[in-house]
């Protein structure tokens, strides 16, 4: 017996129905990134075909009682999924804005919690008899669940295909995805939808980050709109930025000990940020190229633009989290022979040491159709042995490229034999 349901039926907040009116400011216009891939097309079938994401296994194995959850007092069943999940606490992101279909339970005093690791996100929302799932299926992208938070001898997990009115549009690159808004919040954490959500990733400046979040860690110089408010209604873009910037604690803006960390790792945020985009395209790619859509060479380039961080927006100071994010993120590896992982961060220029994505590891990057996925590897290789000398490419050094093509060589299974 599945313990797998589906909503058809969500009391979204007029908030994130914004996001399907175009109000999510966007990049890549131009590009076609932004057109709607539909989910019902024969060769996708979205609603259809089951899912094999990590939600949807451990779902079956709690059915069949090979795994048994435990339930916390103080937060329930989240502890247990975490830990089933491999999802690690100290990942945990804070969200104060009205921007999830529990909006009402959400605010700067009680913030929505987010965790992650590579296929799976898991909100919390203090007082909320559910936990939030998007899970990355490896063909269809992500898939979106709500899960029993209260006491029961076997919890159920419940699909909400439902999210998909928020979450499968121009902010997810036009395929089921998740996302990252900067908002401009009021004192209750509503956003002033008139300014737009924009979505953001590596390419936003650091100023433009974070609007409607709690950050925590140090950035020098640098400026964020995170830990801030519009005070003024009269002049809702104008955030109060006083006490704002390189925050270590939050316990002065609310009750830090009902949550399982008291972060609101920058780190992990920028993190996310990265996975998030590149998670899209990768469905995206994978989409076009099933339904056959000219579209798909576009989304090659945008794949390889993204894996090589050539677009990232530079940092102009050292930025440092407050959680163990920073050492447990690298330690799910893989090393190299030297000990190197794409996963090493750099935090003084950019976000990692070696600049292409970890996502080159993901079900997502494996289970691309062939064709698509031998063509990123030709032009990530064209580029890394400097055959490609575009000025797009111009930020990796001599010294970065080859330092890639021997951590590839050395960890990625699968590549192509003019790799070695």
């Not at 890549?28 to 932004?34: H, K, L």
């Not at 029993?148 to 036009?174: F, I, W, Y």
């Not at 794409?342 to 990057?365: C, E, G, N």
């Amino acid at each position: 017996m599945t313990i797998l349901r589906k909503y058809s039926l969500c009391g979204l907040s007029t908030v994130l129905l914004l996001a399907v009116t175009g109000v999510w400011a966007q990049h890549d216009v131009a590009t076609g990134e932004n057109t709607i891939l539909p989910a019902d097309h024969a060769a996708i079938q979205y609603f259809d075909r089951p899912s094999t994401d990590a939600v949807a296994r451990l779902s079956e194995q709690i059915a069949n009682g090979t795994v048994r959850l435990e339930f916390d007092k103080k937060f329930g069943y989240l502890p247990s999924m975490l830990k089933h999940l491999d999802v690690n606490v100290d990942s945990q992101m804070l969200v104060f804005s009205k921007t999830s279909f529990q909006a009402a339970k959400i605010s700067p005093r009680e913030p929505r919690s987010i965790f992650f690791n590579d296929t799976v996100t898991v909100g919390y929302v203090q007082g909320s008899d559910v936990l939030e799932f998007a899970a990355l299926d490896p063909k269809q992208g992500y898939v979106f669940y709500t899960f029993e938070n209260l006491q029961s001898p076997k919890p159920a997990a419940d699909r909400r295909d439902v999210c998909l009115q928020c979450h499968h549009g121009p902010a997810t690159s036009g395929v089921p995805g998740i996302m990252i808004a900067s908002v401009y919040p009021d004192s209750s954490g509503m956003p002033y939808a008139r300014l737009g959500m924009p979505v953001t990733d590596q390419r936003t400046r650091f100023q433009d980050r974070w609007g409607g979040w709690y950050v925590t860690g140090t950035h020098g110089g640098q400026q964020h709109r995170g830990n801030a408010m519009a005070r003024d209604r009269q002049h809702p873009d104008l955030l109060e930025s006083r006490d704002t910037q390189n925050i270590t604690d939050l316990s002065k803006r609310f009750d830090t000990s009902t949550y399982l960390s008291p972060y609101s790792d920058l780190i992990a945020l920028m993190t996310l940020e990265h996975q998030t985009r590149m998670t899209n395209l990768l469905t995206r790619a994978g989409w076009d190229a099933r339904i056959e859509s000219p579209g798909v060479d576009a989304d090659i380039e945008s794949v390889v633009t993204c894996m090589l961080f050539a677009d990232e927006a530079r940092l102009m100071d050292t930025v440092a989290g407050v959680s163990t994010f920073t050492k447990t993120f690298p330690e799910r590896g893989p090393r190299d022979r030297q000990g190197r992982s794409l996963r090493d961060f750099d935090l003084q220029k950019r976000l990692f040491r070696y600049p292409l994505s970890y996502m080159i590891y993901s079900d997502a990057f494996d289970n691309l159709p062939d064709t698509v996925r031998e063509r990123i590897y030709q032009r990530l290789y064209d580029v890394l042995s400097g055959k490609e000398k575009s000025e797009k490419f111009a930020k990796l050094s001599a010294e970065d490229r080859a330092n890639i093509l021997a951590i590839v060589s050395d960890t990625k299974l699968g590549l192509p034999a003019y790799w070695r």
